[in-house]
Every structure is written in C-alpha cells, then in structure tokens.
C-alpha cells in the first residue's frame, strides 16, 4: 500500500472516530439535559403543591389556585404528588394514583410542618421517548453519514496528495 493511500486512511479514520465521538458525547449530553429539565421540572412541580396546601378541619387540601397551577405538570409528564402523615399513610394524592413501580419514575421527599411528608414523581416516559428517538435518527443518519464522509474525506485526501504522488514518481525517475 502506497504511502497516499496510508495517509488518505488514516484521515478517514480519523473523520469516522470524530463521528462516533459526537454521537456518544451528543447522546450523553442529551441524556443530562432531559434528566435535568426533569429534574427541574419536579421540584416545581413540589415547591407549587407545597405552596398551595390549606389544612381545613377535613384534613389537608389544595387550593383551586394549586389545582390550576399543577395541570400541566400532571398531564404533560404524569406528575403524581401524595401527602403521608407521620406513619407514612397517604392522607391526599394529588395528580392521581401514586406509582409505586419507582424504577420507571423520578421521585422526591420532602418533609413539610406539622409532620407531613410530600412524595411527588414525574414518569421518565417522554425523557425515554426523546433518548429512544434521538438514537433512532442518530443510528440512521450516522451510518449514512460514515459513508459519505468516508467517501469524501478519502477522495479529498487522494486529491490533496497528488501532488506528493508526483513528487514520488518524478524521484522513483531520477
């Protein structure tokens, strides 16, 4: 194998390993971000029910105000919240039933005044969606552009070493 066709190689390797190098980068920031955003997301969802709670001679409640505040929260990523009492008893649940599956969940405890403890979980469905779609696009169109980078970068390369394959031929002459 001649010395232009080693370099022309080596740099579509190089091109090839940069590509799968933003792919898993690309895929772990992602990741990070969406857990984040989730993250986030959850403790809002935790401090508006925190601060929408009455206690009325019922029991514990959320206000009209709460209620609105929180909707999109219970819909868009099935936000869950429940009130337990000092023996770890649900007195509310807040968004419907809460999950007790909590591996498909992210959850938060916080302890509130008068001995209760807030739980409220956010489902990890979207976030898994969006990583499950990201590797579906990313595992088409990376393939796709290995072939045509590779491609590219080889003729480019042979291109820009014609002049050394000159070079080469014009000594081997002398």
């Known amino acids: 194998m001649s010395f232009r066709w080693r370099v022309s190689l080596l740099i579509v390797l190089a091109l090839l390993i940069a590509l799968l190098v933003q792919f898993v980068l690309g895929y772990v920031l992602f990741r990070r971000a969406l857990s984040n955003d989730l993250a986030t997301d959850l403790g809002q969802f935790s401090y508006l029910i925190e601060q ?69 979980a956010m489902s990890y469905q979207l976030h898994n969606t969006a990583l499950r779609d990201y590797l579906r696009v990313s595992g088409l169109g990376l393939p796709l552009l290995i072939l045509v980078f590779g491609a590219g970068g080889l003729w480019l390369s042979l291109q820009l070493l014609r002049p050394l394959k000159e070079l080469q031929t014009t000594v081997e002459d002398v």
């Open 52 to 120: 929408n709670l009455t206690e009325t001679p019922q029991g514990l409640t959320l206000s009209q105000e709460g209620l609105a505040a929180i909707a999109p929260y219970s819909s868009y990523a099935s936000g869950r919240g429940r009130i337990l009492d000092s023996q770890s008893r649900p007195v509310l649940l807040i968004g419907g039933l809460f999950p007790e599956q909590t591996s498909e969940w992210m959850m938060q405890r916080t302890p509130l005044e008068n001995g209760y403890t807030l739980e409220v």
